[in-house]
């Protein structure tokens, strides 16, 4: 269909005095105005997409020409206002989004994830963590949502935790936990594992999510004058409670959960105090084997989830032709070889 002048003139005039009446409300710095502006205006362009691309090229000069020191009204902006609004038609839901997202971080967010409720789920779990458009970019790659909202968990929490700790304990769990900052190395022992965790440990509290403070690692409890060193001891801030990690280099034996059912009822009796909730143990396993793992659980007294971690096996593809091949080192050694010969 064939833009009509006259039309396009109205429909024009009603996006500019939008923008001039929302200029006006912004002046109180509120979130709400910019996300209201441009999802009526994705509406409009929406309505009259059958004039074609060149509706929104036409649009994106005009609105220049009226506004030059706006900024927002791009071709590509408009674009995004147009998804915006066939995405999320409901105008309470756009309400919401406003407290959970920046407009950056929501055309990021329509770009990586198509389904409305993972959408939701990482808009809300922003607002929860405060996260940087890169830092949600790089959570959404790695698969949070399908790590921590849609697997089964392997844990007692919901019978060893009064709600809403249970709950709460039960979302920060992850499965698995993806520590690619660390480069595995065949015969890598726990010791290592822990002690690259502690070196990146500002990457690690990222990756086990808001409301951990780190402790210490090796932290030792004494028990009848005998010393217990726990890997890895954390606050929770939210959860109210101490969390004991204890990491497994192999798969998951049923003996783990008993010891680390002993460290918590020891840090229970030594740290916790009235005010705290109850410690929880999480054991990291390269295989956390469920059904043994869900066993092993069942007649625990103490809350413990098990997990499994990844770490980077081999160097990522974009890295692996900058390196030279065995072959190629091998040929080289020996060119040098040839010439130092040749030169004695």
Same mark, same amino acid.
């Given at each position: ?175 698995? !936990?993806? &520590?690619?900052? /660390? =480069?595995?190395?065949? $015969?890598?022992? *726990? ?5 690259? +965790?502690? #070196? ?94 869900? !066993?092993? &659980?069942?007649? /625990? =007294?103490?809350?413990? $989830?098990?997990? *499994? ?5 081999? +160097?990522? #593809? ?27």
């Amino acid at each position: 269909m064939l833009m009509n002048n006259t039309d396009y003139i109205l429909v024009i005039n009603e996006i500019k005095a939008q923008i001039r009446a929302a200029q006006r409300r912004t002046l109180l710095g509120t979130n709400s105005e910019l996300f209201t502006l441009y999802w009526n205006i994705g509406k409009m362009i929406n309505k009259h997409s059958v004039w074609g691309n060149k509706f929104i090229d036409n649009l994106a000069r005009d609105i220049k020409l009226d506004f030059p020191k706006a900024k927002g009204y791009s071709i590509r902006n408009l674009k995004y206002m147009a998804k915006f609004a066939k995405f999320i038609p409901e105008h309470e839901i756009v309400q919401l989004l406003t407290a959970q997202l920046t407009w950056t971080h929501n055309t990021s967010l329509m770009d990586k994830v198509k389904e409305r409720e993972k959408f939701f789920w990482y808009a809300e779990q922003n607002s929860v963590n405060g996260w940087t458009v890169e830092t949600m970019e790089e959570f959404i790659e790695s698969e949070l949502y399908e790590r921590q909202a849609l697997t089964k968990k392997t844990s007692n929490f919901q019978e060893k935790l009064s709600a809403p700790q249970s709950d709460l304990a039960e979302q920060s769990l992850k499965d698995p !936990y993806i &520590l690619d900052f /660390i =480069q595995y190395r065949e $015969g890598m022992i *726990e010791r290592e594992i822990e002690a690259e +965790l502690v #070196k990146n440990i500002t990457k690690l509290l990222l990756e086990l999510g808001t409301g951990f403070a780190f402790i210490g690692n090796q932290y030792k409890i004494e028990v009848e004058n005998e010393d217990f060193y726990l890997d890895m001891l954390f606050y929770h801030m939210v959860l109210r409670c101490y969390i004991i990690i204890e990491i497994k280099r192999g798969k998951f034996l049923p003996e783990y959960a008993g010891k680390l059912n002993f460290y918590i009822s020891a840090v229970d009796d030594i740290l916790k105090t009235e005010k705290d909730n109850p410690t929880i143990g999480i054991l990291l396993c390269k295989n956390k084997r469920g059904m043994i793992a869900e !066993y092993a &659980l069942r007649d /625990i =007294q103490k809350p413990i $989830g098990v997990s *499994e971690y990844k770490l980077i096996k081999t +160097l990522p #593809k974009e890295y692996e032709d900058l390196l030279p091949s065995v072959e190629d080192i091998e040929k080289r050694i020996g060119t040098i070889s040839d010439d130092v010969k040749q030169e004695s």
